[in-house]
């Protein structure tokens, strides 16, 4: 498949700051990349260096096989969705939706026929006479996206565009993009703070910290598969569980017990101080946890009623672990129960590095 947006060795520094270093992706024609990470971890930045409102100190930038690292944002064949909605507060919508092409002298009937477009498809075709104080905030958010849309580009480029919006219009907003992408099998690039977004709509996850990308793939291999401490623990609600112990060839020693890891599959023989990773979700308890490699006892010492599930809190070799149930399992605080894990599902990492081994 064709390579949509390269960024090759790209590097940013603010004077003596290193905010990006030595960054590379490759994205594939019409994938969806999420840039995902906590604030300040760069992800905002590198989008900007690939809009070019910011100019880069090292690399190269390509957008459909062209190198467009000093090219203006109108010459990069982009459309892009700020955070802010950035609307002509005096135009109606139709007018904030048409005024890029008004101003590069499209003519006429091909403007009205990309605002019929993308009107259509973001279905706000009766919001076209309004002025953006007279819509709700997913209503102006859709015409922030029409506005992109209209430049009928290749690449779209997305800054926590639903960060300002409440619970409910974020998770509406998040299928309608997810289905947009789907129709109009664009390249799309999106940041985000958000797992969930990130989880739900992209096609791979660059995960950033302190401006490098601590791992790139898809987000079932991110979630199952994390390369380190920090990917492991920043995907996944409630978090993983991180168990300090030491390592001999596949048994795992807490407290004075050994855990048989034998099903795990280490990347290369290992031993000493390590953490063995395991999600609340993976963990059984009851009946299920006998059917388990391993099934430890412990005390149940909190209990979270979800809704649809149940979060429990107990331990493993005086360590606190999560475990996470159906809703409809009886449990209190307090009950001594069996808890059971498949050490296969599970992650271990090195104590030192923090990489998975």
């Known amino acids: 498949m064709a390579t949509s947006v390269s960024i090759r060795d790209l590097s940013l520094n603010f004077g003596a700051v290193k905010v990006l270093e030595k960054l590379n992706i490759e994205v594939e024609q019409g994938e969806f990349i999420v840039l995902l990470g906590p604030s300040g971890c760069g992800k905002s930045t590198l989008l900007n260096c690939i809009a070019g409102l910011l100019d880069v100190s090292d690399g190269q930038i390509f957008i459909s096989g062209k190198n467009v690292t000093w090219d203006e944002p109108k010459d990069r064949g982009i459309g892009m969705v700020f955070q802010s909605y950035a609307l002509y507060p005096q135009m ?136 380190n401490l920090f990917v492991a623990g920043f995907i996944g609600s409630p978090s993983m569980n991180f168990v300090k112990g030491t390592l001999k060839g596949s048994d795992f020693t807490v407290a004075g017990s050994t855990l048989s890891l034998a099903g795990y599959g280490f990347k290369a023989p290992a031993s000493g101080e390590a953490i063995l990773g395991i999600r609340p979700e993976h963990i059984a308890i009851h009946d299920d946890a ?9 005390e149940i010492e909190i209990v979270e009623p979800m809704g649809a599930d149940t979060v429990a809190w107990g331990k493993i070799g005086g360590q606190q672990v999560s475990l996470r149930t159906s809703a409809d399992v009886t449990i209190k605080p307090g009950d001594r129960v069996l808890m059971g894990f498949d050490p296969a599902r599970g992650s271990v990492f090195d104590a030192a590095s923090g990489q998975r081994l």
Do not use: C, W
């Open 92 to 227: 109606t919508v139709e007018r904030n939706l048409s005024f890029g092409l008004r101003v590069a002298r499209m003519p006429s009937a091909e403007v009205d026929a990309r605002v019929k477009r993308a009107s259509e498809i973001l279905q706000i075709e009766p919001l076209l006479k309004r002025r953006p104080v007279e819509l709700a905030g997913g209503q102006r958010q859709r015409v922030a996206i029409g506005r992109a849309l209209v430049r009928d580009v290749d690449v779209f480029l997305f800054d926590e565009p639903l960060s300002n919006l409440d619970a409910k219009l974020r998770s509406d907003l998040r299928v309608e993009i997810k289905r947009l992408h789907q129709r109009l099998k664009n390249t799309m690039i999106y940041v985000t703070h958000d797992q969930v977004e990130a989880m739900t709509l992209a096609d791979r996850i660059a995960i950033m910290r302190d401006g490098v990308i601590q791992q790139l793939a898809d987000p079932h291999t991110i979630y199952n598969k994390p390369d």
């Open 290 to 298: 006998r059917k388990m490699p391993i099934a430890l006892e412990t």
